[in-house]
């Protein structure tokens, strides 16, 4: 099976950055021959709502964003500690900054499939989280950012349909675009909303939630898991990642261990049903803290 | 000891090989450990060694030792 896009983009590392490329095939060692159509069909809904020119931006922007991530877990290697502590901090210095924030979620929706970690979790959230779900689920995804999980699942769930909320109006716009990209209109829709106001949406209205890499950017990551209880139905399940000892400019919860994504999802009356803890393969020699990503599958 | 030489010894105790010979050529492509953690480290022994601050930009885009000899003349007082 070809995968044009793909190629385009290995092709791209090649010459222009090669010092990624080792990292990118670790990842498809994950699970041979899997990664490249799914990173195929992430390219496809890019360049459907973009143009081609997307890939050359969003491997660029893949390069930027791990060239950040990396030089963050060494100087909290130094310092023991992230740099920024609260939301304010992280919008002055990043958020708040239109340029900066486009290239940053194009880099992390390649960094999905592209750091062996993320593939890892991407495949434990399509075989364990999605695949179980039934046709015509209503989703919804907090702070989706530029929209990807969302739309794998509603590629992979037939007739499912997503509302996301996020407070970046960026991650709005390339949310919504992707989904059209993607042949979603009409089945997904995002509005502009802070993920800790979502108290204020109907009780009980989700038969799925999806909330990734979010929690570690909160001062009070236990909202989230108070929003997915109250907006999830029962016995319905939802998935919800975090960041453990992995430093990156915009993280500012410092999550340790395991355990503690675990309490705050009992906190909430959540059962954990499933969970997985991945790190990447490459490390800093010597390293003191292991940078992991961790997934939960929640059931209410 | 030109450029080129303290980038020697620097790669030699990053990479941890003592036979390692780099030329202004050399690409990561060339040394099997060269990924993108090591890359950032080099960089970040590079600024400590000549006294020097990198963009993250110029940490990301740089691809060969010669770019590097290059970058550091630009940036190391005169």
Redesign the interface.
């Given at each position: 099976m070809s995968h044009p896009l793909y190629d385009r983009l290995m092709s791209c590392f090649r010459e222009k950055f090669p010092q990624n490329l080792r990292g990118i095939t670790d990842a498809e060692a994950v699970q041979p021959g899997r990664l490249q159509p799914h990173v195929e069909e992430f390219l496809t809904w890019a360049v459907a709502a973009y143009g081609e020119s997307i890939i050359e931006t969003a491997a660029e922007a893949f390069v930027g964003f791990t060239t950040d991530v990396n030089i963050a877990q060494v100087r909290y290697e130094k310092e023991g500690q992230y740099r920024c502590h609260t939301y304010a901090e992280v919008y002055e210095t990043h958020y708040s900054k239109a340029e900066e924030m486009h290239g940053y979620l194009w880099g992390i929706y390649l960094s999905n499939w592209l750091w062996a970690h993320h593939a890892d979790l991407s495949y434990f959230y399509l075989d364990r989280f999605v695949r179980p779900i039934a046709a015509g689920s209503h989703f919804v995804e907090i702070a989706p950012g530029h929209g990807g999980w969302g739309i794998l699942a509603m590629h992979r769930v037939p007739g499912a349909t997503i509302e996301g909320y996020d407070i970046s109006p960026l991650s709005i716009e390339i949310a919504s675009r992707l989904a059209r990209g993607a042949g979603l209109e009409g089945r997904a829709r995002y509005e502009e909303r802070d993920a800790l106001s979502l108290s204020s949406l109907v009780p009980e209205s989700a038969d799925a939630c999806v909330c990734s890499f979010v929690l570690e950017h909160l001062e009070e990551p236990e909202a989230i898991f108070r929003a997915v209880a109250h907006i999830l139905r029962p016995g319905k399940t939802a998935f919800i990642t975090g960041a453990l000892t992995a430093a990156q400019v915009d993280h500012i919860f410092e999550f340790k261990k395991e355990s503690e994504l675990v309490l705050m999802a009992e906190k909430y009356g959540l059962r954990v049903t499933e969970t997985l803890s991945a790190n990447p393969a490459r490390q800093l020699p010597k390293a003191r803290f292991v940078p992991r990503s961790m997934a939960l599958i929640v059931r209410k | 000891m030109d450029t080129l030489s303290e980038l020697q010894s620097l790669f030699r105790e990053v990479f941890q090989l003592d036979d390692l010979v780099i030329t202004r050529g050399t690409?990561?492509?060339d040394i099997e450990a060269?990924?993108?953690?090591?890359?950032?480290?080099l960089m970040?022994e590079v600024e400590t060694r000549f006294g020097i601050r990198f963009t993250?930009?110029e940490?990301?885009?740089l691809?060969s030792v010669g770019d590097l000899v290059d970058l550091i003349a630009k940036k190391r007082p005169a």
């Open positions: - | 690409t990561a492509h060269w990924d993108s953690l090591i890359h950032v480290t970040m993250t930009a940490i990301a885009y691809k």
